[in-house]
T-cell receptor
């Protein structure tokens, strides 16, 4: 079974530029998450999708971050314009679970490391 | 809302010694609890989980954790540390809607 795929693995941009990250979850996984992991901290949930609908985006800075999951499979996370404090690893995860239940075992990709100069 | 507190951002143990990583949680409903491990430049990997039933949970690589409701704890242990256990460990809690909240992590150092 193929794992969660993310790209690019590394990205360096200057502040005020834009960047996009892509995630392909495990086949058949209905729920997809984007987490932000700042150095020395635990992953922070940015957005959770159930199929192609948003379940929770309460911690997504919507003035600069956007995410979509067209057709309920792949997802992209965009930052525009980037700030210095956006430097972090962006982790994508997926799970079989349906909203309202399930065991919540997340399968993570290797992450996309963003450096904003 | 649920939350997780991990005591100690860094823990050092000698090779062969007991590993104990502490985790306390807060949840308004019976929680699901998890420990994840993250090796350098990799994503997180599930070590073990507690959902219902037996409170002592065994995971991969010889790790185990015990759910203690009275103490709201879910500490991670391993009887004998190996060099390969050096990594960052995250405790996490879910309130069963698939929303998982992670602690800040504990970096485990193994001393030769």
């Amino acid at each position: 079974e193929a794992g969660v795929a993310q790209s690019p693995r590394y990205k360096i941009i200057e502040k005020r530029q834009s960047v996009a990250f892509w995630c392909n979850p495990i086949s058949g996984h209905a729920t997809l998450y984007w987490y932000q992991q700042i150095l020395g901290q635990g992953p922070k949930l940015l957005i959770q999708f159930q199929n192609n609908g948003v379940v929770d985006d309460s911690q997504l800075p919507k003035d600069r971050f956007s995410a979509e999951r067209l057709k309920g499979v792949d997802s992209t996370l965009k930052i525009q314009p980037a700030k210095l404090e956006d430097s972090a690893v962006y982790l994508c995860a997926s799970t079989r679970g349906e909203a309202g239940g399930a065991t919540g075992e997340l399968f993570f990709g290797e992450g996309s490391r963003l450096t904003v100069l | 809302a649920q939350s997780v507190t991990q005591l100690g951002s860094h823990v050092s143990v000698s090779e062969g010694a007991l590993v104990l990583l502490r985790c306390n949680y807060s949840s308004s409903v019976p929680p699901y609890l998890f420990w994840y491990v993250q090796y350098p430049n990799q994503g997180l990997q599930l070590l073990l989980k507690y959902t219902t039933g037996a409170t002592l949970v065994k995971g991969i690589n010889g790790f185990e954790a015990e759910f203690k409701k009275s103490e709201t704890s879910f500490h991670l242990t391993k009887p004998s540390a190996h060099m390969s256990d050096a990594a960052e460990y995250f405790c996490a809690v879910s309130d069963q809607d698939d929303k998982i909240i992670f602690g800040k992590g504990t970096r485990l150092h193994i001393l030769p």
